[in-house]
């Protein structure tokens, strides 16, 4: 409860910060410049000066740099702006007088411009392009004293520059999720963006889950280290896939394409038996570039669980308790390789390949206890069960860039193959036990499993932006997906007479997956003034075909679907711009989620799929707000989502399962709920206090509204939960650094329960040393072990308990040494590997 209220209080305290803001700052620099007296006279603030940056050696725009206007004869600060995406950028409300410029960036000379003047009959003033050159000297310092913001806002998007999270340091992709804001990963490690799970999560702009791999399984293959950024899209446009409930997550690998050879290496060891590293090599040599990665995990870690279940029949309550402990390692290694030819400055081919191999070992001890009296139980046992899976997988990519003479006209094609295998064994060793647990009753029952997996994916895209004078342009696309999930199920019992092992039918299928999606776009876009509108609309045919082939069922899908896009965005003064989008999405449900046959996890708990589930449909509306200030950036949101056929799993508690009849099993199935409904507000709010100190705060409130009213359940939940997130990085100089970070979720009640809040406190340090080469984290991760998931989850004869934990508490040590100046960022000019996704908004 302490430790609850600290992280409550830390979350109050960056909200508090906001509002006092008006006065810290009171009148603004240019406010103040125009109240003083000319001659006795105030002149009117109305002035403008208005510019572009761009960067010399990539002629790429320089978003996001900061630039402040001072009076020539003091000096003073007269008002500030922040370029935008283009590079772009506006000062408004000068008064009249003698300026001069100056623009800072990271890893940048400052550079200065003299002689601005304005006047009454002269009001505006464009410095024209201005275009800046890296400085070397700079970046080794820049690297680890001046890192990119924490966040970055566009118009559909935000932008995290993750390198700056020290607290991730010695973790996975996944865990890394759970240091981004609006975002939030559960014990079983189900992803979620504002509340909801249903959302796509992209790696390098591809689905992680192509190749049949939950998102969680493909997030923890990846080492933090390995990632540059982590894009939050909410309302995607017509040009990307639809797919997701509330938007789009795409992380992004680092990649290098400076001149000449560098690279970058980490290696990273933690208690707990968590062991990571990473190596990035680059060649650049006249039109070639070369380019090679290398990552590994290793981790063994301890996991544990409470849960109790009481179910009534005909008036009668029988319980079953359960209390598991287990060991779960991880062994994971991914590789990457390509080659980029520039066959002159505006046509680049690149091919690269990838291949992943995932060793993931488990051995889980459940304590079963099923009693209606506790003093005398009806059955005693211990369920040892072992599992040990592999998985292997190769991604080929091509992809081809052509730019032309005519500015923002571009044409973009990406081919990608992808395969994948996974075996997976499984033993279960279930030992019966007298009433007081002292010895063995005699009964012991043997079983064991495997599963062969044979997944294949390929997909097409080609994208072409077209200019329509200087302030529109269109854009078109067509994209072909088409992937195959074979999956084969053996489950097997021991018989202690023969000494054989005899396939259960009950158990044992065989199912193939098969869908296609061909998708095309058109979009269009122009800027009126101070409003930039753009307008899309996908057209998308979606077959499915499923055949199990054990029991000879088959069933098929096909569905034609637009979905529309919109945004408006409409830009004020000082830096300010309010925005307004729509889109229309789908998600369509996973194979394991229609495939009819059961899958046993225990005697006492099976799931199965549901072939009649169709897709749901959802209709999305945002509206936010975004102020820069040379030390301030607020973004408020607030969002609504309506949902038709809202994707549901649901629980009940049988006796009639095949093979475990006269047994209470809870049984999951998933169905198509009549509607959802979930509306909320979002505050991103980044604050530097000092050139030493900055803290970003995140705060959420939303509303889910689900009504059930399917074929096999009626049933409507309402629920408010809110989350909050805190990050405070420090610049201690000499090369240190500290970050902490704090997170808290509430309650979340679902349509069958509730799931218990959720906090946690991180901390980090961090040191450059070998004249800025290299750097030595040290990172302490849940610092006071609150980290527990907890449920409760109620049906019409059933209600369930449960909580679970994992060796969250952890020390990491890292160390980082980057080789020729290895330069984080990524090159502008290069698109991400395959048809990764380029978010740059629309205006031009």
Do not use: C
Not at 541 to 567: C, I, M, N, W
């Amino acid at each position: 409860m302490m430790m609850k209220n600290l992280i409550i209080r830390m979350l109050i305290g960056g909200l508090f910060s906001l509002l006092l803001q008006p006065a810290v700052y009171g009148e603004s620099p240019a406010e103040q410049q125009g109240q003083r007296s000319r001659g006795g006279a105030e002149m009117p603030a109305v002035g403008k000066v208005s510019g572009q940056l761009f960067d010399e050696e990539q002629d790429a725009p320089l978003m996001f740099a900061s630039l402040v206007l001072h009076n020539v004869s003091d000096s003073a600060m007269v008002t500030g702006a922040i370029s935008d995406e283009e590079g772009k950028f506006v000062l408004e409300g000068v008064p009249a007088g003698t300026f001069y410029l100056t623009i800072n960036y990271v890893g940048y000379p400052r550079q200065t411009v003299n002689n601005i003047r304005i006047t009454p009959r002269e009001p505006e003033y464009d410095v024209g392009t201005i275009r800046i050159s890296p400085d070397a000297a700079l970046l080794s310092e820049v690297t680890v004293e001046a890192a990119r913001q924490l966040m970055e806002v566009g118009l559909d998007r935000r932008v995290f520059n993750v390198e700056q999270e020290l607290t991730a340091v010695g973790g996975s992709a996944l865990e890394l999720m759970e240091n981004i804001p609006s975002i939030a990963v559960d014990f079983e490690g189900n992803v979620s963006l504002r509340g909801s799970t249903n959302v796509t999560v992209l790696i390098d702009g591809r689905p992680s889950t192509l190749t049949g791999l939950t998102v969680s399984e493909a997030l923890e293959q990846i080492s933090a280290e390995m990632i540059e950024r982590v894009e939050v899209v909410t309302n995607p446009s017509a040009r990307y896939d639809p797919e997701g409930t509330s938007g789009i997550i795409n992380v992004v690998l680092k990649q290098q394409r400076r001149p000449g050879y560098n690279g970058m290496v980490s290696l990273n060891a933690g208690s707990a038996g968590r062991y990571s590293g990473s190596v990035n090599l680059n060649y650049h040599y006249n039109n070639w570039n070369f380019f090679t990665n290398y990552s590994a995990r290793l981790s063994d870690m301890e996991s544990f669980g409470v849960s109790q279940r009481e179910t009534i029949s005909g008036g009668v309550s029988s319980f079953m308790d359960q209390d598991i402990t287990g060991t779960m390692g991880m062994n994971s290694h991914n590789v990457q390789a390509g080659i980029d030819y520039h066959f002159n400055p505006k046509t680049t081919l690149t091919l690269s390949s990838r291949y992943s191999n995932w060793d993931r070992n488990m051995d889980n001890l459940t304590e079963y206890m099923i009693y209606q009296d506790l003093v005398d139980p009806n059955s005693l046992f211990i369920m040892d069960n072992e599992t040990d899976m592999m998985h292997n997988s190769f991604t080929h990519q091509l992809n081809f860039r052509r730019t032309f003479d005519q500015e923002h006209r571009e044409l973009n094609a990406d081919m990608s193959f992808s395969t994948r295998s996974m075996d997976r064994n499984q033993g279960f060793d279930q030992q019966f036990y007298n009433h007081n647990w002292d010895s063995p009753a005699g009964l012991q029952v043997l079983e064991r499993s495997h599963m062969d997996g044979q997944n294949w994916s390929f997909s097409s895209q080609l994208d072409y932006v077209h200019p329509l004078g200087e302030d529109s342009k269109f854009e078109t696309g067509y994209r072909v997906q088409i992937r195959e999930m074979d999956s084969e199920f053996l489950f097997e019992d021991y018989l202690p007479g023969p000494d054989l092992w005899v396939n259960n039918v009950n158990r044992s299928n065989h199912f193939i997956y098969n869908e296609q999606i061909f998708a095309a776009y058109g979009m269009y876009a122009t800027m009126l003034g101070k409003y930039s509108l753009q307008a899309g609309l996908r057209l998308e045919q979606t077959l499915v075909d499923g055949d199990q082939r054990t029991t000879g069922e088959t069933f098929s899908k096909d569905y034609l679907s637009l979905f529309p896009s919109a945004h408006v965005r409409r830009n004020f003064e000082n830096n300010q711009s309010v925005q307004l989008s729509y889109s229309r999405r789908i998600s369509r449900p996973h194979n394991r989620n229609i495939n009819p046959f059961m899958r046993y996890s225990s005697e006492y708990e099976v799931s199965m799929g549901n072939p009649e589930l169709d897709a749901q449909f959802i209709n999305s509306f945002e509206l936010g707000y975004t102020r820069f200030r040379p030390t301030t950036t607020i973004n408020p949101s607030i969002f609504y989502r309506h949902t038709d056929g809202m994707i549901t799993r649901y629980r009940t508690v049988r006796d009639d399962v095949p093979g475990l009849e006269g047994r209470d099993v809870t049984v999951t199935n998933f169905e198509n709920l009549n509607k959802g409904i979930s509306y909320g507000t979002e505050l991103v709010f980044t604050q530097r206090f000092s050139d030493w100190w900055n803290v970003n705060t995140t705060l959420s409130y939303f509303r889910n509204i689900i009504q059930g009213q399917g074929a096999q359940m009626d049933q409507e939940n309402d629920s408010y939960s809110w989350s909050g997130r805190v990050v405070s990085n420090m610049s201690l100089g000499n090369g240190w650094n500290f970050q902490v970070n704090g997170f808290y979720r509430s309650p979340v009640i679902m349509l069958q329960g509730e799931m218990d809040a959720m906090y946690s406190v991180n901390a980090a340090v961090r040191k450059n040393v070998l004249n800025n080469r290299g750097t030595i984290t040290l990172n302490l991760s849940d610092i006071f072990d609150s980290m527990r998931f907890g449920m409760y989850n109620y049906g019409d004869n059933f209600t369930m308990d449960m909580e679970r934990w994992r060796t969250s508490r952890q020390i990491t040590i890292g160390f980082t040494y980057r080789i020729n100046e290895y330069d984080r960022r990524r090159d502008r000019q290069t698109r991400d590997n395959g048809d990764a996704l380029d978010f740059d908004d629309f205006d031009l």
